[in-house]
Structures are given as C-alpha cells and as structure tokens.
C-alpha cells in the first residue's frame, strides 16, 4: 500500500521507500520506517497532501508520496 | 567592529531562530551577503552580562547539513570552513521542543563538526500545551552539552541562555553521537590524511559536498573525486545509513527525556483553522478577499500619511525659495536634490503597509498554506507551490523576491520563478500606478465602499499575475529541466503573529528602500538635472537671444515670455534632445519626448519615473507656483494641439509599458547573480521589453 493511497483520516505505518534519493529527504523530515503517518487532508486541488508524522504536519506531493511503502 | 565571541544560530526553518535573532540583537542588526552568494546574512551584536559584545550570525534555517537548495550550502561552509569569515567560536543550536526528534538530526550533524554548542529549546509553552514534557536537565546530561528552555516569542529565558554563554566553554564537550568513521573508513582515512581535515565528519562531509563548496581549490575538488572513485562512494546510500543511524541515537537519548500526553489541543485548534483556510471553496475565496483586503488598505491607510509628506515637501520647496538667493545652487537643491527626495519619501507609507501584510502572512503560519494550495496550479504552469512566495513577495519588489527563489531547490523551477518574478507589479510601479491613476480614474466610491481607483489598481496587479503565469507557461516548454522536484514541506501550526517582529521587517524593509533605491533616485534627479539645465553647444545662448528680439518682448508679457524660455530650454537640453531622438519609436504608444526622457532614465529603476516627471515638470513649469508632481501632469498640453498629454489611452498605455518592461537594473544585477550568467537578464530584458511595446500599443491603438 502506498502513502498516496490513503483517504484523509486514515493512517498507517512506513515500511519502506522505492526511492533512494527522495528517501533521504524524507527521513530528514521525520519519515522513517517504522513511524507512523495520518493523512491530515488534501489540497483543495486533491494534490498535494498534508499528514501527521513525528507530531507535526508536512505536506507533499502524491507523486512523492506514492515512494513512501506502508506496511 | 568584530565582538570578543562569534555566535552562530542554527536551526530548522520554523523553529523560531529569527525570532531569537531579533531580541538577541534588536535594531542593532545589519543586512549584508554572504561571500560569494547573494541570501541575506544577518548579522548583529549582543551585550553579555559580563560587557563583552557578541557578534550573532544568523544562518539560513535547514533541515540537515545536505543542502536541498544553494542557500543551505552557506551553513556548511560556515562551519567546516575554519577560515570563514563567519566560522562560529560558538553555536547557538535553536531547536523546536514541540518537535525535537527531527530538530535533534541536525543537532547531531553539527555536534560532529566540534565547535562548542549550547542548545535554546525553544517554544517549550507551545510544547506543553501539546502534551509534551521534556527534562532538559536529563537532555544536557544525555548530550553533553548546555540546555536551555527559551520561549523567543514570549521573550522568556533570554537572560538564562546569555548567561549560558557565558558559561560556555571554548572546547567542544558535546558527546558523540554515531560512529562517523565506520560509514565510510578508508575514504575518511584518505581525505583526512591528503587534504589535512582533523575531523572525520567534515572528511566525510566534503566528500559528500565538494563540487558545491567554494573554500575548495580545484585541485581538492579534483583529488576528492578521485578518492571517491576509488572506495565506490555512494553518495545518497551514505546519507541514508548516516540518517537512520542518527535517529537511532536521537530515539535513544530521547526515551526518557521526554513524555507525550494524549491531549494535544493545539494541534485540533490549527487542524480546524486549517478546514476553513485551505478548504476547497471557502479557502479561495478567503485567499482573494485577503489579497483584495491587502491593496484597498495600501490605497485607504496611506493617504494621509502620504498627504503629510507631500506638505512637508512643498513647504520645505517654499521656504528654499525664500530663503536662498536665485541661481545654481537653489536650482540644483530644489529642484534636483529636493525632488528626488520626496520622489523617495513619499512612497515609504506604502512599502511599509504592503510588507506589514506580507509579514503577518509569514509571521501566522498562513503562507505556507498558500504555497499548499496553490501548488497543483503553479506546476501546471511550469512552476512550484513555492513560487508562490517569489511571486507575491514580488509584488513588494522584484529583488528580494528573485533572491527568495533560492528556496526552491528545483533548477527548472527556480529559473522560471526567476523570469516571471519582475512581470508581477512590485511597489516600484506602485507610484507610476497611483500617480496615473490618480489623473485618469475619478475617486468615486460604487456602493459606497469600492473605490473606483483601488479597482483599477487591483486590476493591473491581477493582470501582471495573470501575465507572469502565462509567460511561466509558455517557459515551460522552452527550459529543458535539469533535476527533480521536491515539495516535501512543513506546515507550522497556525500561531498569532509577533508585532514587535512585524514592526522591525516593515522597519527594515523601508530602509532598504529608501537606502538603496533612495540612492539611485536622487543620483538621477541630479543628472537629470543636470541634463535638463544644460544643453548641448550655444542653444540656449540662442534661446535667450532668440526671447529678448522685440518681436517677442512687445508680444508677450514678462510671465510668458519665461515659460517659453524654460520650455524651449527643456527642449533643447540633453534630456530633450535624447527623449526626442527616441519619440519616433514611442510615438505609436501615445508618448511624446517628456515620457521619452523620463522613460531613458527610469531604466536604472522604475520609480525613478515619478522622480523624472517631479524634475521635468519643476523645471518646465512656471517656478512660482508650487504644484505638486499630480497637478503639474494633469494641466500638461501638448503644445501643438492645446489638449491634455496624459488622456486615458496614454496613461493606461503607460502603464502597461511598465507592467511589463524590465525596467529596472537592480533586478537585472540580481538576476545575473543568481544564475551567475548573463545569458539570463539578457534574455529577460530583451523579452520584456518585446512584450511591453506590443502591448502598450495594442492598448493606445484601441483605446486612443
């Protein structure tokens, strides 16, 4: 299941990523595998996407968001 | 002067270091640029409670020591970098108690460069009422290093954290974090021993980093690569294993220092807030009514202000005619030095209305829901959520809006962002607008509370947004990208703003203007002057000659006869002589010679227009009656035909020339330092300057 794939509301936990390099990034900011993510809402536009991880909320887009692998 | 302690701060964006800056420094701060780039460095001085003077160096907030954009780069060469200017003697490490475990990953990159380190926990109120309790006893303990809770917005444990300072060794006794020679040993052991680094993670750091550090030599540069090769570096691999084990060690050190309670209020109160900004009808309509809200104020609040100082400077005209003998040297003061200086004054009510705004959209947390919101349109048009920043802080000015872009780490992205900044209205079109509008447009009210003027000028920011994304557009499809995109982005929690911040960015803001802009406007008024007063060989010997004949002297009295002196003058000085030479090219867009010469000279910058036709008109106009700059347009005559110069058609044909012309070298030297290549402005110029004929005479055509 991918981050992207969640409905706001609904939450999961990191399994993985499919990207090395946006991966690096996205650990910077406090997704690491293991930690938990609630999809907050998205943008007006249906993209980008807001959720809550490490106890504050970042945004990004789908597209990078379809690297983050949920267990 | 240096200070007897050099202090960095350093922090995550959002984490409050600004704000720490601005009470640790207060209005004793400066503006300069780092070495080599072009973002801001802030530096300023702080007294410690001993006397010494500390000098604080502001970096660019980051997430980690890997840069994602140009700017954060500065940071790692501050630090790694022992003979920088702005090598630390100590850092001020600004972290977010509400969010600690991912502000602890940059705390323990820096940690491993060994400078000596206190740690400013700020906004431990905030953190509380979230449900977070920290021991920061346990937390200084634990790393080794001086802890200190601050709240910089409530200006609380400020005098704790100087006497820290104080209290602070000149030796490094943080404790290390991970091992950092077992990510990579015999490439840390190489570049160590070859390039004389006694530290392994800035070894390992200028592996990772070399081809964008500038302290390095060539000669480095080409021997890092090489040594990369041999060990099969992985760059990204390396970052990712450094990162994990990082946090491997921050999720240790945090286990028993901190504590969660399930209540987070603040959390629900942003949460909700954000529902209505950022939702899908009302979260629009919100974002209009703020920016329609934001110009009808600069337009309402500034009048009487601006009323103010158009007295002053009429009367201080009045009381230098008076006051001084007739000759150069009056001339020169009034109508030269003293009417480039209200052309500069007078608009100093608006910038600061305008940035206060800007400011507070920054300040509460809502720009970034703008950038949220906006960004699925903004790719649309080849640019970034985050060109939204650039491109409403260009509505201020093009200058630290370009140098803004910084902030987008996608080339393509940023270079776009860059090219359609100057399109958007910045406040140096500002004054051309009002001062055309106000001659054209009746103040009328519809429906009692819309002002026919503030529309009109609404409409012409509208539409240079409008213009901007269409050009954004069509760019798209010429640049050829270079790397991907990130927008992985923090969404602060929505916060009140912070006045006394807000007061010292308006503060700033105008300075800067009146400094920097203010120097060029009144060194043009005096060439202007100059070039306005004298005239190529014996023409006005001529001229006078020509007036004193009989045939004139009998035919007009002694009032006219002046005028006629000062207006053939006019045209047959320097200035008259150039604007005439252009007339022919600007005459389908409804110009004569006078905007021909006012256009020549607002080249340098765009309000240098209003200044040029403060100046024309002094020194065209009958000297004894002290009109204002307004007045004196609007009972202007075209001398062959007896009507107004500026009818509707020449004004809004003006006006769109400005809109889109690059009228401004101060945005042409910014934007070759920030693509370090002329190729850029160049182009910029040239496409600019295409637009605004086309338009300005599809305009004066349809409209004359």
């Given at each position: 299941?991918?981050?992207?794939?969640?409905?706001?509301?609904?939450?999961?936990?990191?399994?993985?990523?499919?990207?090395?390099?946006?991966?690096v990034k996205?650990m910077e900011m406090g997704?690491?595998?293991?930690?938990?993510?609630?999809?907050?809402?998205?943008?007006?536009?249906?993209?980008?996407?807001?959720?809550?991880?490490?106890?504050?909320?970042?945004?990004?887009?789908?597209?990078?968001?379809?690297?983050?692998?949920?267990? | 002067m240096e200070g007897d302690l050099k202090i960095a701060l350093i922090g995550n964006p959002n984490s409050g270091k600004s704000t720490l800056f601005n009470i640790l420094t207060?209005?004793n701060q400066k503006v300069g640029n780092f070495p080599g780039v072009?973002i801001d460095k802030k530096t300023g001085f702080c007294k410690l409670p001993d006397n010494r003077i500390s000098q604080i160096i502001d970096l660019p907030g980051t997430y980690s020591l890997y840069p994602k954009s140009r700017d954060e780069v500065i940071v790692m060469e501050a630090l790694a970098d022992k003979k920088s200017a702005i090598h630390p003697d100590l850092i001020i490490f600004v972290a977010d108690a509400?969010n600690l475990k991912r502000n602890l990953l940059l705390y323990t990159q820096i940690a491993d460069l060994k400078i000596p380190v206190i740690i400013a926990l700020n906004m431990m109120?905030?953190?509380?009422?979230?449900?977070?309790?920290i021991s920061s006893d346990a937390l200084a303990l634990k790393l080794g290093v001086q802890v200190v809770p601050i709240s910089a917005?409530?200006?609380?444990g400020i005098s704790c954290l100087k006497q820290a300072i104080l209290n602070s060794s000149k030796i490094p006794l943080q404790v290390d974090s991970i091992e950092v020679e077992s990510l990579a040993p015999?490439l840390i052991r190489k570049i160590q021993k070859e390039l004389q680094v006694d530290l392994p993670y800035v070894a390992l750091q200028l592996a990772h980093q070399h081809e964008q550090l500038s302290f390095l030599n060539?000669?480095e540069n080409?021997r890092i690569?090489?040594i990369?090769?041999?060990?099969?570096f992985?760059s990204?691999?390396t970052q990712?294993t450094e990162t994990i084990a990082r946090y491997n060690f921050i999720n240790d050190v945090l286990?028993?220092t901190i504590?969660?309670?399930?209540?987070?209020?603040?959390?629900?109160?942003?949460?909700?807030?954000?529902?209505?900004?950022?939702?899908?009808?009302?979260?629009?309509?919100?974002?209009?009514?703020?920016?329609?809200?934001?110009?009808?104020?600069?337009?309402?609040?500034?009048?009487?202000?601006?009323?103010?100082?158009?007295?002053?400077?009429?009367?201080?005209?009045?009381?230098?005619?008076?006051?001084?003998?007739?000759?150069?040297?009056?001339?020169?003061?009034?109508?030269?030095?003293?009417?480039?200086?209200?052309?500069?004054?007078?608009?100093?009510?608006?910038?600061?209305?305008?940035?206060?705004?800007?400011?507070?959209?920054?300040?509460?947390?809502?720009?970034?829901?703008?950038?949220?919101?906006?960004?699925?349109?903004?790719?649309?048009?080849?640019?970034?959520?985050?060109?939204?920043?650039?491109?409403?802080?260009?509505?201020?000015?093009?200058?630290?809006?370009?140098?803004?872009?910084r902030?987008?780490?996608?080339?393509?992205?940023?270079?776009?962002?860059?090219?359609?900044?100057?399109?958007?209205?910045?406040?140096?079109?500002?004054?051309?607008?009002?001062?055309?509008?106000?001659?054209?447009?009746?103040?009328?009210?519809?429906?009692?509370?819309?002002?026919?003027?503030?529309?009109?000028?609404?409409?012409?920011?509208?539409?240079?947004?409008?213009?901007?994304?269409?050009?954004?557009?069509?760019?798209?499809?010429?640049?050829?990208?270079?790397?991907?995109?990130?927008?992985?982005?923090?969404?602060?929690?929505?916060?009140?703003?912070?006045?006394?911040?807000?007061?010292?960015?308006?503060?700033?803001?105008?300075?800067?203007?009146?400094?920097?802009?203010?120097?060029?406007?009144?060194?043009?008024?005096?060439?202007?002057?100059?070039?306005?007063?004298?005239?190529?060989?014996?023409?006005?010997?001529?001229?006078?000659?020509?007036?004193?004949?009989?045939?004139?002297?009998?035919?007009?009295?002694?009032?006219?006869?002046?005028?006629?002196?000062?207006?053939?003058?006019?045209?047959?000085?320097?200035?008259?002589?150039?604007?005439?030479?252009?007339?022919?090219?600007?005459?389908?867009?409804?110009?004569?010679?006078?905007?021909?010469?006012?256009?020549?000279?607002?080249?340098?910058?765009?309000?240098?227009?209003?200044?040029?036709?403060?100046?024309?008109?002094?020194?065209?106009?009958?000297?004894?009656?002290?009109?204002?700059?307004?007045?004196?347009?609007?009972?202007?005559?075209?001398?062959?035909?007896?009507?107004?110069?500026?009818?509707?058609?020449?004004?809004?044909?003006?006006?769109?020339?400005?809109?889109?012309?690059?009228?401004?070298?101060?945005?042409?030297?910014?934007?070759?330092?920030?693509?370090?290549?002329?190729?850029?402005?160049?182009?910029?110029?040239?496409?600019?300057?295409?637009?605004?004929?086309?338009?300005?005479?599809?305009?004066?055509?349809?409209?004359?």
């Open positions: 299941m991918k981050l992207s794939q969640l409905e706001p509301g609904q939450s999961g936990v990191i399994k993985e990523f499919t990207d090395l390099e946006m991966s996205l997704c690491l595998p293991g930690e938990s993510i609630v999809v907050e809402r998205y943008a007006p536009l249906g993209d980008p996407m807001a959720i809550r991880v490490s106890g504050y909320q970042l945004s990004l887009r789908k597209l990078e968001a379809s690297t983050i692998i949920l267990q | 207060g209005l072009t509400s109120d905030l953190a509380k009422r979230s449900g977070i309790e917005r409530n200006n609380d015999e060539a000669d080409k690569s090489e990369e090769n041999e060990f099969a992985h990204q691999k990712a286990f028993d504590s969660f309670k399930a209540d987070a209020k603040l959390e629900t109160i942003s949460n909700r807030i954000d529902k209505v900004l950022t939702h899908k009808i009302f979260g629009f309509i919100l974002f209009a009514v703020i920016l329609f809200l934001i110009f009808q104020s600069i337009f309402a609040w500034s009048e009487y202000p601006m009323g103010l100082i158009e007295q002053l400077f009429v009367w201080l005209a009045d009381t230098g005619n008076s006051l001084l003998p007739e000759g150069v040297l009056r001339s020169l003061l009034i109508d030269g030095v003293l009417a480039g200086l209200s052309g500069v004054l007078i608009f100093i009510p608006q910038i600061a209305i305008l940035f206060a705004f800007i400011s507070i959209l920054e300040d509460t947390g809502y720009m970034s829901r703008v950038t949220f919101m906006m960004d699925k349109i903004m790719r649309k048009v080849g640019l970034n959520g985050k060109s939204v920043v650039p491109l409403i802080g260009g509505l201020a000015c093009a200058v630290p809006a370009i140098m803004s872009a902030n987008i780490e996608n080339w393509k992205d940023r270079m776009i962002t860059i090219m359609v900044t100057p399109l958007v209205a910045c406040s140096a079109r500002l004054p051309i607008y009002t001062l055309l509008i106000s001659l054209v447009v009746p103040s009328k009210s519809i429906w009692g509370f819309i002002n026919l003027q503030g529309v009109a000028l609404m409409s012409l920011y509208v539409f240079s947004i409008i213009s901007a994304v269409v050009v954004a557009w069509v760019m798209k499809y010429i640049l050829k990208s270079r790397e991907r995109g990130y927008f992985i982005m923090e969404l602060p929690v929505y916060r009140m703003p912070r006045w006394n911040n807000i007061l010292l960015t308006m503060y700033e803001k105008v300075k800067t203007f009146v400094f920097e802009a203010g120097k060029v406007i009144i060194a043009i008024s005096i060439i202007l002057w100059v070039l306005a007063s004298y005239g190529p060989g014996e023409r006005f010997d001529t001229i006078e000659k020509k007036f004193e004949s009989d045939l004139y002297t009998q035919k007009y009295t002694p009032a006219e006869l002046d005028r006629l002196i000062a207006s053939a003058k006019l045209e047959n000085s320097y200035a008259g002589v150039l604007g005439k030479s252009i007339e022919p090219a600007i005459k389908p867009l409804g110009f004569d010679w006078k905007i021909g010469i006012a256009l020549i000279t607002s080249f340098a910058a765009r309000e240098v227009f209003v200044g040029t036709m403060a100046t024309i008109y002094s020194v065209d106009a009958d000297d004894k009656h002290l009109e204002s700059v307004r007045q004196k347009m609007q009972s202007a005559r075209n001398p062959d035909t007896g009507l107004p110069v500026f009818t509707t058609a020449v004004a809004f044909s003006l006006m769109i020339f400005y809109a889109f012309a690059m009228q401004c070298m101060s945005t042409v030297a910014v934007v070759y330092r920030e693509t370090k290549h002329w190729k850029w402005p160049t182009i910029q110029f040239v496409y600019m300057t295409g637009l605004a004929y086309v338009a300005s005479f599809i305009v004066y055509q349809t409209l004359k």
